[in-house]
């Protein structure tokens, strides 16, 4: 039977595959079987064409690795914010290193009051009148070093002074109300340093800080204060000292009264609405000048001093008060002296000067407790 050229091709073809695949078979089984005899391990098949398996897949597939979620920033504080109430007790409930009252002053006080000028700035910077402000009492007094803090700068300056008492950190860096934590500011600066704190919407008049403070009390003056209401009032008001300008030395335990009270204050009202100290708003704490500000400063400083005295302050004996009066070593300064304009001595003579203005800038009275970044 005559075959086609095409049929011819294809046997040949067919012929030449098949020895090709019988060669290759036999080729394979020689390689086993040598390979076995002389190791007799499959491994080393393995590692002889692939020594490292793991670089060939790297090198053939790379891995890439998988995309990381994307966590969303923790929302702003609220008045009345969204929360989980705390699992641990411990986060509103006072450090106990707090409860334990300190009734001496933890450091020698220096004869004199340090030469030394805080500012606190908040996030919007200074206006042009606080400049002018401010510059009243720089330029009046060469001598005197001046420091003004930012958030920021106030955050570090707590973390390193207070790195021994992580409680006291941790209480700042939490406090979300920024006239609060200001407030404590200037108390935490005055204690660790001592100087004179001045808010930046006061000026200071001619007369210079040297000579605020009359030449028999400065060596026995460790704090300085002034009251802020004291005279001319015609229906009952309570009498507080101005916390808008204060002079003194380092170390007190006045002042370290004055921290304690803010911070169990703080942690108790938070105990009290189950939420954290981040938390706290302020229609929670209620009014700042009890929590924070001169009525909680004249409270403390003056539970202070009975503590030192073992009895109670005779407030009639410290109040209208027409010159400077020493008790202990607290120096009350009479109401013209930090608060002139706002008290009224009618037709009294023999005034001394007003030492400072205070012009009532209120940065802090809106529904966040202050300024806020932009």
């Given at each position: 039977?005559?075959?086609t050229h095409?049929?011819?091709?294809?046997?040949?073809?067919?012929?030449?595959?098949?020895?090709?695949v019988?060669a290759?078979?036999v080729?394979l089984?020689?390689?086993?079987?040598?390979?076995?005899g002389?190791v007799?391990?499959?491994?080393?098949i393995?590692k002889r064409?692939?020594?490292?398996?793991?670089a060939?897949?790297?090198?053939?597939?790379p891995?890439?690795a998988?995309?990381?979620?994307v966590?969303?920033?923790?929302p702003?504080?609220?008045s009345t914010?969204?929360?989980?109430?705390?699992?641990?007790?411990?986060?509103?409930?006072?450090?106990?290193?707090?409860?334990?009252?300190?009734?001496?002053?933890?450091?020698?006080?220096?004869?004199?009051?340090?030469?030394?000028?805080?500012y606190?700035v908040?996030?919007q910077?200074m206006?042009?009148?606080m400049?002018?402000?401010t510059?009243?009492?720089?330029?009046?007094n060469?001598?005197?070093?001046v420091?003004f803090?930012?958030d920021?700068?106030g955050?570090?300056y707590?973390k390193q002074?207070f790195?021994?008492?992580p409680?006291?950190?941790?209480t700042?860096?939490?406090?979300?109300?920024?006239?609060?934590?200001?407030?404590?500011?200037?108390y935490?600066?005055?204690?660790a340093?001592?100087g004179?704190?001045?808010?930046?919407?006061v000026s200071?008049?001619?007369?210079?800080?040297?000579?605020?403070v009359?030449?028999?009390?400065?060596?026995?003056?460790?704090?300085?204060?002034?009251?802020?209401f004291?005279m001319g009032w015609?229906?009952?008001?309570?009498?507080?000292?101005?916390?808008?300008t204060?002079?003194?030395?380092?170390?007190?335990?006045?002042?370290?009264?004055?921290?304690?009270?803010?911070?169990?204050?703080?942690?108790n009202?938070?105990?009290?609405?189950n939420?954290?100290?981040?938390?706290l708003?302020?229609?929670?704490?209620?009014d700042?000048?009890?929590?924070?500000?001169p009525?909680?400063?004249?409270?403390?400083?003056?539970?202070?001093?009975?503590?030192t005295f073992k009895?109670?302050?005779?407030?009639g004996?410290?109040?209208?008060?027409l010159?400077?009066?020493l008790?202990?070593?607290?120096?009350?300064?009479?109401?013209?002296?930090?608060a002139?304009?706002a008290?009224?001595?009618?037709?009294?003579?023999?005034l001394?000067p007003?030492?400072?203005?205070?012009?009532?800038?209120?940065?802090?009275?809106?529904?966040?407790?202050?300024?806020?970044?932009?």
């Open positions: 039977m005559l075959l095409r049929q011819v091709a294809f046997r040949v073809a067919g012929f030449t595959t098949l020895v090709m019988s290759f078979c080729f089984s020689i390689f086993h079987v040598g390979t076995l002389a007799n391990d499959e491994s080393v393995a064409f692939f020594p490292n398996p793991l060939f897949i790297t090198a053939t597939h891995v890439t998988p995309p990381q979620p966590t969303a920033p923790p702003p504080p609220v914010p969204l929360y989980e109430p705390p699992h641990d007790a411990t986060e509103i409930s006072p450090p106990a290193k707090l409860m334990a009252r300190t009734t001496t002053a933890p450091r020698a006080s220096p004869t004199q009051i340090p030469k030394k000028l805080w606190k908040g996030p910077g206006s042009v009148e400049r002018k402000w510059d009243t009492c720089i330029n009046n060469p001598g005197y070093r420091e803090l930012t920021r700068s955050d570090d707590v002074t790195a021994s008492r409680d006291i950190v941790r700042y860096l939490a406090l979300n109300i920024p006239i609060i934590k200001a407030d404590l500011l200037r935490l600066l005055l204690f340093e001592g004179i704190w001045s808010d930046l919407d200071c008049n001619y007369i210079p800080i040297d000579d605020w009359p030449a028999q009390y400065a060596n026995a003056a460790d704090l300085v204060v002034g009251w802020e004291d015609s229906y009952e008001f309570r009498r507080q000292f101005a916390t808008w204060i002079m003194a030395k380092p170390g007190l335990s006045h002042m370290w009264m004055v921290i304690e009270d803010i911070i169990e204050e703080l942690y009202t938070a105990s009290k609405h939420v954290t100290l981040q938390y708003s302020l229609d929670m704490v209620g700042i000048v009890d929590v924070s500000g009525a909680r400063f004249t409270e403390s400083v003056l539970r202070s001093l009975e503590s009895r109670p302050v005779d407030l004996g410290i109040s209208e008060i010159e400077p009066r008790i202990g070593d607290i120096l009350i300064m009479p109401a013209y002296a930090f002139a304009t008290n009224d001595y009618g037709d009294q003579k023999g001394g007003a030492l400072v203005r205070h012009h009532y800038a209120g940065t802090w009275k809106n529904k966040y407790g202050g300024e806020l970044a932009k």
